[in-house]
């Protein structure tokens, strides 16, 4: 069932994509917003007390609907999972983005993507050289898709051994949302119990995904470069699980990677994305080439996913 969920909830994404502003959105939001409200009184219980309302409840929710669908019809259940595989997963959350700076830089048409890009990450990006550009694009990128669509692969195929797979995608997603939405860069902050909560919670959430995804570019790109860089300059990261992603990306693709955050290099407030100020590896200055790497590489680890998935699929049928 696992495979046949992902597959058809891809499927659906690719098909008629969610919109930004959409209701699962909506509700997270606003659950999230009651949950600091209600429980943020700026010590360390609260915070952990705030972060574990805000990311296991909804995950409990999809958990117990899945359990108490099980009695009634398979069917049932296999709507259950894709419906919330098409709600955590998928690569139309992020590529409109990439797709759109990704044509107007074969257009040279850089205005055009800086302003894609400003918008994309939610900063002032200025006059950013071109080089700088492709760099960040190719960065937010590849952890954009570990975030919307690898990881979550990884956290729903763990929990679906144990058989309640749809918490698993909840968990990762609403882990990963809080630690963007709960940092001190961005306005109305919460206190810092709860952003320390909600990071430290999201790198434990993320630990092994970040390093499935990584392995992941390893063996569908050039392995022994992609292993050399994971050794080698993730720890330079400031969030070692995105630097793992980054390292491997950047060995995989044979591209340089790695510099200030676009916050940092504007002196502006960073929104949403990563910081990546401490990352850097050896390879190819940037260029539009390495975009298409990334699509490739991308694609490939999707086809290995779903190959692995089949093979687990058709030896429990076997067995």
């Given amino acids: 069932m696992s495979f046949f969920a992902i597959f058809l909830a891809l499927l659906l994404e690719q098909a008629r994509p969610l919109g930004r502003d959409n209701t699962a959105h909506r509700l997270a939001t606003a ?110 990128s590849a952890l954009a898709a570990h975030h919307h669509v690898f990881g979550v692969l990884f956290a729903y195929s763990v929990f679906a051994a144990f058989g309640f797979g749809p918490a698993g995608a909840v968990l990762y997603r ?32 993320d630990h092994v995904p970040a390093r499935a995804t990584a392995l992941a570019f390893a063996v569908v790109g050039n392995f022994e470069e992609a292993i050399a860089a994971w050794r080698s300059d993730a720890t330079r990261a400031a969030q070692s699980n995105d630097g793992i992603v980054l390292a491997a990306t950047a060995g995989a693709i044979n591209v340089r990677l790695g510099g200030l955050g676009l916050g940092a290099n504007l002196g502006a407030n960073e929104v949403g994305g990563p910081e990546l100020s401490n990352v850097w590896s050896e390879g190819r200055e940037p260029q539009n080439a390495h975009l298409t790497s990334l699509v490739g590489l991308v694609w490939r680890s999707v086809v290995l996913w779903l190959l692995l998935l089949a093979l687990m699929t058709l030896a429990r049928s076997v067995g």
Avoid at 50 to 64: D, E, F, I
């Fill in 31 to 140: 659950w999230r917003r009651w949950v600091r409200r209600s429980l943020d009184a700026g010590q360390a219980p609260h915070g952990w007390m705030a972060w574990s309302a805000a990311a296991l409840v909804p995950a409990l929710l999809a958990a117990l609907v899945h359990w108490l669908l099980l009695p009634f019809s398979d069917l049932l259940v296999f709507a259950w999972t894709v419906g919330v595989l098409y709600l955590t997963l998928g690569f139309r959350q992020f590529s409109h983005y990439f797709t759109a700076i990704r044509q107007a830089l074969e257009s040279n048409d850089e205005a055009t993507a800086r302003a894609q890009l400003a918008e994309w990450q939610q900063v002032e990006v200025g006059e950013l050289p071109r080089q700088e550009l492709l760099r960040h694009v190719i960065e937010h």
């Fill in 174 to 205: 609403m882990a990963e949302s809080l630690a963007r939405r709960w940092q001190p860069r961005l306005q109305d902050a919460p206190s810092s119990a709860v952003q320390q909560a909600a990071a430290q919670g999201w790198r434990w959430i």
